[in-house]
């Protein structure tokens, strides 16, 4: 798609809350061709910042590309000039045979696509991906403001794309780097409102993770990088990103647990079969032990296997065979003891009555879960969760609302109460949602008092191809839409700026 000039008034039925005012902040892919190359993967498109404004009942839409080095380069060139995700650039054409040698020797070049993401730090708002690239953006104007290299304030070589940012505004997040004898370890980094600083926690590939008031919790999972093979890849035998991923097929999933405030790990070895894990729902404490919930993916392959261009392209019944060759998704409940005695090996350790997880110390000290399902469907997939953050997160909490995806396609959006396991949904006919952004009603008195904002795709169903959508978030029915006579193409993630 193209960037707009300007804003576009969004045509509104129903009724917008009025006090609903602010911009929901968004981005994704928005370009998957750089002159006559494609890129090959959902992750490697460049990055497009999209805002819907609210005021005074009244909505408008406005959407610029990031100007990241990939894509300012790529412009100019045009040709795919950094490697992405899934796709390879391959050196200059134009340039001659010494000169393309040479360049395969420079290293490697991490791009800085910030198409995941768009979070605060202080009075500033940041588009990331998951490498040590953010970018400043304006949060009014969507203009870019400058590239920020985390390498230069913190000992990470990337970020996840998740991070915490607690109610005064410190912003917690976990970043890899490379340890002893080319092992790969993680740093916990935390940033204060006002400053930069971190905690170092030695122990994958994380995407997210669990914070608690006093914990953080680090589930590795059995996708890792191979180090060799991607500090290599760039300079010996041109691969991407996803070429550098591998399965451990016996490891399981481990999870490490740190204590927040001194930032030293627990010495208890948390064990659980494999899976797959890009979100967390919540996590939180409770008589002594912490409860994670988490959206995960059955099994030790890769899912992301799954998401290049060329499968996700097909007809409905070809997405679907991909699909079913997949991890399939679950979200689950498991329960982590903080205390062990070896008196209690070979039992289980849960003693809290309203969960059926268990936690059995093995006699090598080691401690097995089994997790409790608060969500499962065939094919169908409860993800890019959203809680009541500001109140709930790190807390007790009744309520998440998901993005249901069916064989890999968004056709719904979910709310599920993690207690009962009830569910809501909303779906309509030949629309596709994006994760769903829950703004509290200024004045709650309920954890769901509040709407569940969404950007939903209708191609080629009426005149107007995409639109958002506001839902009651007590019962996700329609409150009203805002359409628009653009196309808006797929976005990941995003948060809601008040006015």
Known sequence: VEELSSPVTAHVTGRIPTWLRGSLLRCGPG?????????????????????????????TYHRRFLRTDSYVRGMTEKRIVITEFGTYAYPDPCKNIFSRFFSYFKGVEVTDNALVNIYPVGEDYYACTET????????????????????????????????????????????????KNFSLAYNIIRIPPLQAGHLMCSPAFPNSFGLTPNYLVFVETPVKINLLKFLSSWSLWGANYMDCFESNETMGVWLHVAEKKKGRLLNLKYRTSAFNLFHHINTYEDNGFLIVDLC?????????????????????????RHAEKAPQPEARRYVLPLSIDKADTGKNLVTL????????????????????????????????????????????????????????????????????????????????????????????LEEDDGVVLSIVISPGVGPK???LLILNAKDMSEVARAEVEVMIPVTFHGCFKRA
């Open 31 to 59: 370009l998957f061709e750089v002159g006559s190359e494609p890129y090959y993967h959902l992750f490697d498109g460049q990055a497009l910042l999209h805002k819907f404004d609210f005021k005074e009942g009244h909505v």
């Open 132 to 179: 040590n690239f953010i970018t400043r953006i304006n949060p009014d104007t969507l203009e870019t403001i400058k590239q920020v290299d985390l390498c230069k304030y913190v000992s990470v070589n990337g970020a996840t794309a998740h991070p915490h940012i607690e109610n005064d505004g410190t912003v917690y997040n976990i970043g890899n780097c490379f340890g």
């Open 465 to 467: 191809p995409a639109f």
């Open 296 to 320: 995960t993916w059955k099994g030790f392959e890769f899912v992301y296997n799954y998401l290049y261009l060329a499968n996700l392209r097909g007809n409905w019944d070809e997405v679907k």
């Open 353 to 444: 009555p309203y969960t059926t997880a268990t936690a059995t110390l093995r006699s090598d000290e080691t401690i097995w879960l089994e997790p409790e399902v608060i969500f499962s469907g065939p094919r169908h997939a409860f993800e890019f969760p959203q809680i009541n953050y500001g109140k709930y997160g790190g807390k007790p909490y009744t309520y998440t609302y998901g993005l249901g995806l069916n064989h890999f396609v968004p056709d719904r959006l979910c709310k599920l109460n993690v207690k009962t396991k009830e569910t809501w949904v909303w779906q309509e006919p030949d629309s596709y949602p994006s994760e769903p952004i829950f703004v509290s009603h200024p004045d709650a």
